[in-house]
């Protein structure tokens, strides 16, 4: 991902580029060939990425791996519920990912940050920002979701480390199976329930690993 230039252009055809790129996973899952599962236990179960701070981008849990052969990986994009709670992080860089109290509390599931092109050529800027909606009713929708994804086999024996290399298109969250125009959901989404549902449901191909 190239940031701070107008490069990309999405299926509803605006023309944006990147500024700031944040996210959390959390909940990973390994399973092996023979169907069983091992759960990452530490780091709060939780790990923040931000494409501007170099250290974020490597996650090294100290968890043992049992010896075997992984073919698959499973994660929650964002913060599985029972993790997104207020006060969980008090320091930066993850604290700066906090969701306003009035708007159901916790933490931003991710942050990416730029500007498009409005149809008479100008540039607009957008936080596309996704996490919990507020009903009026008072209730809590949470937009969190699994991502399951195939690895090349991979054998450990006892004391291996695995590598796995994850990655994530930013363009791809504009579409499949709805197409996302800013010029329709506007540079700011953190109540629109619609637009946080579509980046729900956009976001099953968004990431690869390997």
Do not use: C
Not at 146 to 172: C, E, F, H, W, Y
Request: proline share 5%; net charge negative; hydrophobic share 40%.
């Amino acid at each position: 991902m190239q940031q701070d230039t107008m490069l990309y252009q999405n299926a509803a055809g605006n023309r944006y580029e990147v500024t700031e790129a944040q996210y959390f996973v959390s909940n990973v899952i390994l399973t092996k060939s023979d169907g069983t599962q091992y759960a990452i236990k530490s780091d709060k179960r939780a790990h923040y990425v931000d494409a501007d701070i170099p250290g974020t981008l490597d996650w090294l849990p100290n968890d043992e791996l049992p010896a075997g052969t992984y073919t698959s990986v499973s994660f929650v994009f964002g913060l599985a519920p029972e993790l997104n709670v207020m006060h969980a992080y008090t320091d930066a860089p993850e604290n700066n990912m906090s969701w306003p109290a009035v708007l159901g509390g916790g933490y931003h599931y991710m942050k990416i940050n730029g500007r498009w092109l409005a149809p008479d050529g100008t540039a607009h800027p957008f936080n596309l920002h996704s996490g919990r909606v507020m009903t009026a009713e008072g209730d809590t929708l949470e937009h969190s979701f699994m991502v399951t994804l195939p690895l090349t086999q991979k054998t450990l024996s006892k004391g291996d480390v695995m590598d796995i290399a994850l990655d994530m298109n930013v363009n791809r969250w504009f579409t499949s199976p709805h197409n996302f125009d800013f010029n329709e959901y506007g540079g700011s989404i953190m109540q629109n329930a619609e637009a946080q549902e579509v980046l729900e449901a956009n976001g099953w191909d968004v990431f690869a690993a390997k």
